[in-house]
């Protein structure tokens, strides 16, 4: 099986998530990766997702640069969310919510009040 065939996976989450100036290609049997993407999540969960393949320290090299650093990405809401769930998969604190609702208070009145498909900014750790 081809190592693109192996990572297809990977090429995939590199697409939806706006991989550009680079991508995957094959050399000297390994699979070599490369490009900019818009958040360091982005960036993490290309790397998440290799890290699921058995083996993939030496099958898969990735260069993945980082385009904008001022918050550590964009999250949608999916149902059942909160920003209390949030903040502790994203900052590792579940109190932290609050620094989720201030950065999108251009779109949030109440922290107890989001939506489903709401793309809200997700703070870097500090």
């Known amino acids: 099986m081809a190592l693109k065939d192996k990572y297809q996976d990977v090429v995939t989450l590199a697409e939806q998530v706006g991989l550009k100036d680079g991508g995957f290609k094959e050399e000297g049997g ?39 650093t001022d918050i550590y990405g964009v999250y949608t809401v999916k ?27 251009d779109q949030l009145t109440n922290p107890d009040l989001i939506k489903p498909g709401q793309k809200l900014k997700i703070p870097n750790r500090a």
């Open 79 to 105: 149902s059942g969310d909160t920003l209390s769930h949030i903040a502790k998969e994203f900052l590792g604190n579940a109190s932290a919510y609050n620094k989720i609702f201030e950065i999108n208070k």
């Open 30 to 68: 390994k699979l070599h990766g490369s490009g900019t993407v818009a958040y360091n999540y982005d960036k993490n969960r290309i790397w998440d997702q290799i890290k699921t393949h058995a083996g993939w320290e030496g099958e898969i090299g990735a260069d993945i640069r980082v385009a904008s």
